[in-house]
């Protein structure tokens, strides 16, 4: 549930928030970032359908990812899985949903980023993705760009980097906390984290 990871309420939110265009999370690993791109992948299909794009950052990547996670959840989910087509969900190809069409494919095959006009297009692991895909993959919604989606979740990558600057480029929220003493909220200052010797290694940490 939510309550387990408060720090995904407002993403979900602003994904299907009609004035939000362009979401972005970074965060470290384990956090719940690829859930966000699940649980709109459940909720398009049946609350507001239109073209998806699921990518990650490899063809390899993204059959497992597809085959391992969202044939699972899309088939958990009754009011997701009433939408699939008599079809189902193919081991190759685009997934047929009643109302819209989704395709989970790479983000470093320049193939996936041509051809397609999408309304959602959601990318994972971005900070992995081939200078220029970012951009790519942004154009993909150009023809509807009034009522698209974008969202983009990743750890954080190199400065100067595309993600980087992606990122740099948003309105930027931190998540904070109520310090149980003085009721104060306040961001996490990662600089009083401490950490064992013993897991120094020759490349850091």
Same mark, same amino acid.
């Given at each position: 549930?939510?309550?387990?990871?408060?720090?995904?309420?407002?993403?979900? @939110? $602003?994904?299907?928030?009609?004035?939000?265009? @362009?979401?972005?999370?970074?965060?470290?690993?384990?956090?719940?970032?690829?859930?966000?791109?699940?649980? $709109?992948?459940c909720?398009?299909?049946?609350?507001?359908?239109g073209?998806?794009?699921?990518?990650?950052?490899?063809?390899?990547?993204?059959?497992?990812?597809?085959? #391992?996670?969202?044939?699972?959840?899309?088939?958990?989910?009754?009011? !997701?899985?009433?939408?699939?087509? #008599?079809?189902?969900?193919p081991?190759?190809?685009?997934? #047929?949903?009643? $109302?819209? !069409?989704?395709?989970?494919?790479?983000?470093?095959?320049? =193939?996936?980023?041509h051809?397609? !006009?999408?309304?959602?297009? %959601?990318?994972? @692991?971005?900070?992995?993705?081939? #200078?220029?895909?970012?951009?790519?993959? @942004?154009?993909?919604?150009?023809?509807?760009? *009034?009522?698209?989606?974008?969202?983009?979740?990743?750890?954080?990558?190199?400065?100067?980097?595309?993600? $980087?600057? *992606? %990122?740099?480029?948003?309105?930027?929220?931190?998540?904070?906390?109520?310090?149980?003493?003085?009721?104060?909220?306040?961001?996490?200052?990662? =600089?009083?984290?401490?950490?064992?010797?013993?897991?120094?290694?020759?490349?850091?940490?």
């Amino acid at each position: 549930t939510i309550a387990s990871a408060p720090w995904l309420r407002e993403p979900l @939110e $602003a994904i299907f928030d009609p004035e939000v265009r @362009e979401v972005g999370v970074q965060a470290a690993v384990q956090l719940g970032k690829s859930l966000l791109i699940e649980a $709109a992948s459940c909720i398009i299909p049946v609350v507001d359908p239109g073209p998806t794009l699921i990518l990650q950052d490899t063809d390899k990547n993204a059959d497992d990812y597809k085959e #391992s996670r969202l044939r699972k959840l899309w088939n958990a989910v009754e009011p !997701t899985r009433a939408e699939l087509t #008599s079809e189902g969900i193919p081991k190759k190809g685009p997934i #047929s949903f009643r $109302a819209n !069409t989704c395709w989970v494919l790479g983000g470093d095959n320049d =193939n996936n980023l041509h051809g397609r !006009t999408i309304r959602y297009v %959601m990318g994972d @692991e971005v900070w992995r993705w081939k #200078s220029g895909s970012i951009g790519r993959a @942004e154009r993909r919604v150009t023809a509807n760009k *009034w009522r698209s989606k974008i969202l983009f979740v990743s750890q954080g990558g190199l400065a100067g980097s595309e993600w $980087a600057a *992606w %990122m740099g480029e948003s309105t930027n929220h931190l998540f904070n906390f109520r310090c149980p003493a003085c009721g104060k909220i306040q961001p996490y200052n990662w =600089n009083q984290v401490i950490f064992p010797k013993e897991a120094r290694t020759p490349n850091g940490w």
